[in-house]
């Protein structure tokens, strides 16, 4: 059974950092996609489909980020402890959202929530200004 489970979530001050991380475990295949999705508050009941993609990494390891994020978010994996991690620095308030974790065997990557398969059940990052 293919669980995803998220934690590090918390509150933070416009400008601090948070690392959030996802702990991934019952794949059969090693070849694994992963992603980092948020969605905002207010908006938990819009299509799964606007979830938006804020970083990702392929098989490979070759990542992938949003615009919104590039250079102050930082993905990576550490595959002894299957684990995904987000570090975020510089947040700003409109960063606040639920973060999700999101894998798919396979060896490309598509940063959109369609593509994913497998999802964690998220966790709260809130920036106060």
């Known amino acids: 059974q293919v669980q995803l489970v998220e934690s590090g979530g918390g509150s933070v001050q416009s400008g601090g950092s948070l690392t959030v991380s996802c702990v991934i475990s019952?794949?059969?295949?090693?070849?694994?996609?992963m992603g980092w999705f948020r969605q905002a508050p207010g908006k938990e009941r819009e299509a799964f489909a606007k979830r938006e993609g804020v970083a990702g990494i392929d098989s490979k390891g070759t990542t992938n980020y949003a615009d919104s994020v590039k250079g102050r978010f930082t993905i990576s994996q550490d595959n002894a402890k299957n684990t995904l991690y987000l570090q975020m620095n510089n947040l700003k308030p409109e960063d606040t959202a639920v973060y999700y974790c999101?894998?798919?065997?396979?060896?490309?990557?598509?940063?959109?929530?369609?593509?994913?398969?497998?999802w964690g059940q998220g966790t709260q990052v809130t920036v106060a200004s």
């Open positions: 019952g794949f059969t295949y090693r070849e694994l996609s």
């Open positions: 999101a894998a798919e065997s396979s060896t490309y990557l598509l940063l959109t929530p369609e593509f994913f398969s497998y």
